[in-house]
């Protein structure tokens, strides 16, 4: 039986700029697991090495063995289809969020059943987070580059407090990794901001490494600038 979805790590703030509008969450003992919605970021190339497709695919049937609803792009080739098939190989759940003109050219993944057309970029990145529970890196292109990076800097900015996870197959975020500490260390961000996302080697490590992220909360606003 699948586990019952709970939105308890959800970020209620998300996307909502107005100051002072806080949401109190009551954490109460629950009686069953806990499902998550996981947004994964992840490639449309089928060229790079097939071991980040295997690695996607992998994770997909993780989380679907894990009861959790799989929230992507929507799309049917890469890492991006791959980790829809893994998902969807074990029953799982997923959602896909595909902007129209995506649509339009056939670039879905055909298998989906809950396949949400969407006008553009701009609302797809939206939707994509809205709700999760966290989200996942895979490797890949500059539209993966760019989603992590809203989604870190939204975090920072305490408009999305849920974990952040890079899931490091071949060591493909080791770079990035080094660069965003260059970053800490040049003073563009606060120490405290390395806290924002964490390596998985594996996609074995991943829901663990959702588990223990460090909490983030609505203080964030107080460590966002740079002291
Ligand atoms: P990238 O990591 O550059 O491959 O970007 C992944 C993102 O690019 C996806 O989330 C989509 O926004 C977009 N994308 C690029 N090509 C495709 C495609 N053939 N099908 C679906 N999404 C694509």
Known sequence: ?????????????????????????????????????????????NQADPRFRTAAFRLGELLAENGHQVVYGGGSTGSMGAVADGALSKGGEVIGVI???????????????????????????????????????????????????????????????NPIVLLDTLGYWQPLDAFLHQVIEQRFM????????????????????????PAWDTDARDRAVVR
């Not at 949401?23 to 449309?44: D, E, K, N, T």
């Not at 966290?134 to 999305?160: D, H």
């Not at 405290?192 to 959702?210: G, K």
């Open 190 to 213: 606060n120490p405290e901001h390395a806290a924002m996302w964490s390596i998985a080697a594996e996609p074995e490590d991943v829901l663990p490494a959702i588990r223990n992220a």
């Open 1 to 45: 039986m699948r586990p019952k979805r709970v939105p308890l790590l959800r970020s209620a703030l998300l996307c909502s700029e107005r100051q002072g509008e806080l949401a109190l969450f009551l954490i109460l003992p629950l009686p069953f697991p806990i499902a998550m919605r996981i947004c994964v970021y992840c490639a449309s190339s």
């Open 99 to 161: 902007p129209r003109f995506m649509a339009d050219l056939e670039w879905q993944h055909p298998g989906i059943g809950n396949m949400q057309v969407v006008e553009d970029m701009r609302e797809r990145k939206h939707r994509l987070l809205t709700d999760s529970d966290a989200v996942v890196a895979l490797p890949g292109g500059c539209g993966t580059l760019e989603e992590l990076f809203e989604a870190i800097t939204l975090k920072r900015l305490g408009l999305y407090f």
